[in-house]
């Protein structure tokens, strides 16, 4: 589904991915993990286009993000994207956020834009704020209208930045249980997170980047039980006894 | 002249009741016709395409740097000999501030675009919008929510401006109050009374705009 060739990017004289190379399947949950500033999560805005890259391809369904010739607007709205900071449109009501690009962008009729929205606030528990505005909610029910709003799109695949960096502790669970429903239904799943629970539970592989380089991509119980490098054994140990 | 004789306010309210509507009939248009062409000027300096942000560039920085009364004067001398005909003082002044207030309201609107966070533009592609709708759908809403206070404190600025059209001769609340003052021998008191209704008017409105700030820094 998301083929990752040979990346490499800079920003001026810094190299921020160095020939980065790896893929997720369809319905494969693949969780990206390092050091802030190993350059995950601007490999996972280059999947759909967010960040330009100077060097390596990458392909969403075969079709080719860094070509000229693709239609990146048409691509993306089939590649779900949940951010760090939600990114809810703050002057429009929880059912603007979400019937905004599937009317504008699908070109669905207003009608089944908002029933098809309903239906997804409905399952990510939030029903009743659909008239309300983004800053009217918690961070957690922020993130959670923002995956309704991702989902709206019917996309092929989900992109995660750091969904859960943001939030308050007590409000990472609500969050992470959506995610864990969706990764069981077979959503193809990217996620740049420190979760190591969540990893454990729906990954299918772990990815370790640090200082823009791809350290490990290993299966995820080989991950945690034996990690291969130094760097991700120091990072497991400082990540999981703090 | 000797004592001050206000009675010569009745007689002239007609006059100063045209002359308001003038005055506000110009705010008005140069307002809306401001924003208007001050937002594509905004998106024209922000835009990738380099000549085409120089030469917006260069207007606004003309715009801003000449004095309005000037460009009233100049814009009441040229514009008949780009439409080959006099368009009369009315129609100057009304083209006139509509460009001048373009290149104020462009400067407010650009940096209401660039108060509104990158994420959101990235959320907005992410969901596969384009430059357009995203502009449209998700920055400028928000830039002017963002920039609504100064955009009307820069229209209560621009109410105050409309004064200046005097220096063509446009009938204007200022000019109204000049001539019945003229005719009435009482200019004073004229002067007195245009000033308190500038006053009323531009007072009552800023206080409108304090509390609209209070409200939307509610709603954020």
């Given at each position: 589904m998301i083929e990752i060739r040979n990346v490499s990017k800079w920003y001026g004289q810094t190299q921020v991915l160095k020939d980065c190379s790896t893929h997720v399947a369809k319905g494969e949950v693949v969780v990206v993990c390092g050091p802030s500033g190993s350059g995950k999560s601007t490999l996972i805005k280059c999947v759909n286009g967010l960040e330009p890259f100077a060097q390596g391809t990458i392909t969403v369904d075969g079709i080719?993000?860094?070509?000229?010739?693709?239609?990146?607007?048409?691509l993306r709205a089939r590649v779900g994207m949940v951010f760090q900071h939600f990114e809810l449109f703050p002057h429009m009501s929880v059912e603007q956020n979400l019937v905004l690009a599937q009317v504008k962008v699908l070109g669905r009729s207003a009608e089944e834009a908002v029933a098809r929205g309903a239906a997804l606030l409905d399952r990510v528990g939030l029903r009743e704020h659909a008239a309300k505005f983004p800053g009217q909610l918690s961070g957690g029910q922020q993130q959670r209208v923002a995956i309704a709003r991702a989902l709206a799109m019917d996309p092929i695949c989900l992109l995660f930045d750091e969904p859960t960096s943001a939030l308050d502790p007590e409000m990472i669970g609500e969050v992470l249980d959506v995610m864990v429903e969706l990764a069981q239904e077979g959503m193809t799943m990217m996620c740049v997170t420190h979760e190591m629970g969540f990893a454990r539970k729906v990954a299918k592989r772990v990815v370790f980047m640090d200082h823009g380089e791809i350290v490990e991509?290993?299966?995820?119980?080989?991950?945690?039980?034996?990690?291969?490098?130094?760097?991700?054994?120091?990072?497991?140990?400082?990540?999981?006894?703090? | 002249m000797g004592e001050f004789d206000f009675s010569v306010w009745q007689p002239s309210l007609p006059f100063i009741r045209d002359g308001l509507l003038f005055t506000l009939r110009l705010t008005l248009v140069a307002m809306s016709g401001g924003i208007v062409i001050g937002t594509?000027?905004?998106?024209?300096?922000?835009?990738?395409i380099v000549p085409l942000a120089r030469v917006a560039g260069a207007y606004v920085d003309l715009m801003r740097s000449i004095p309005l009364v000037l460009v009233i004067l100049w814009f009441f001398l040229v514009i008949p000999f780009i439409t080959g005909s006099p368009v009369g003082a009315e129609t100057s002044a009304i083209i006139t501030f509509t460009a001048f207030e373009a290149a104020f309201y462009c400067e407010i609107m650009r940096s209401g675009i660039q108060s509104v966070p990158r994420g959101q533009v990235n959320a907005a592609f992410a969901l596969g919008l384009g430059q357009a709708q995203t502009m449209?759908?998700?920055?400028?809403?928000?830039?002017?929510?963002?920039?609504?206070?100064v955009l009307l404190t820069q229209t209560i600025v621009l109410f105050q401006d409309t004064s200046l059209v005097y220096a063509i001769g446009a009938k204007d609340m200022l000019k109204a109050a000049d001539v019945v003052g003229k005719n009435y021998n009482r200019p004073v008191e004229m002067i007195v009374l245009s000033a308190l209704i500038y006053f009323t008017i531009c007072f009552s409105l800023s206080l409108a705009v304090k509390q609209?700030?209070?409200?939307?820094?509610?709603?954020?």
């Open positions: 080719s993000v860094s070509d000229p010739k693709t239609d990146l607007p048409r991509d290993a299966p995820t119980n080989a991950f945690f039980d034996a990690p291969a490098s130094e760097r991700a054994k120091t990072f497991l140990s400082r990540i999981l006894h703090h | 594509l000027l905004a998106l024209a300096r922000l835009s990738p449209i759908h998700v920055i400028l809403p928000q830039a002017v929510r963002n920039m609504l206070p609209l700030q209070k409200r939307v820094a509610i709603i954020r």
